[in-house]
Every structure is written in structure tokens, then in C-alpha cells.
């Protein structure tokens, strides 16, 4: 359906990027196998640094965990639930 040199995204990939990338509203299709339609947007440009939401998520894999920010817009909250999901395991694993 995308023209040449175009990017179709749909709505649950729109909301994960919104506020990143300035996207166009298309129209809505029903995919084959779909019971409703899904509404398709287009990729316009991506937006500078300055115009980035600040509530962005931010991700970080190691070697045996993984960090998922859903809201970075108050890091330091996040850094503190972080602390205390440390303590819960921390319980957790020493009553084991």
C-alpha cells in the first residue's frame, strides 16, 4: 500500500512512537484476516531533540536483566520504584 520511498505505520505503532516522529493520518484499511479496520499513517520526518515528549521510555539490557522506563519524564521517581522493587527482591530471595 506504501508509495515508493514511504513508511505506513499503524495505530499501536503510532502511539509508540508519537511525540518522536511527526506522522500524517492516511486512512483506514482492513487487513486480510483482520475483523476491523486499523487506521494507517504515514511517516513525515523525525523530530529534532527539542521537540522529543518527555515522557519517552528508555530500555537497558544486561546479561541478566532487563530495564523497561515506560515514563522518563520524572527520572528520578523512576529510579526510586527501581530501588524499591531492589528491596522487595532482596526480601524475597533472603527467605529463601
Known sequence: MAEPDTILIDENTYGLIEGRVDC??????????FARP?????VEDFLSGDGRDKRMSL?????RVEVNVIDSSDIRAAIEELRDIQEEFEQQF???
Open 24 to 33: 500524517k493520518r492516511v486512512d483506514e484499511i482492513t487487513p486480510k484476516g
Open 38 to 42: 486499523v487506521q494507517v499513517y504515514k
Open 59 to 63: 530500555f537497558r539490557a544486561g546479561e
Open 94 to 96: 533472603s527467605d529463601a
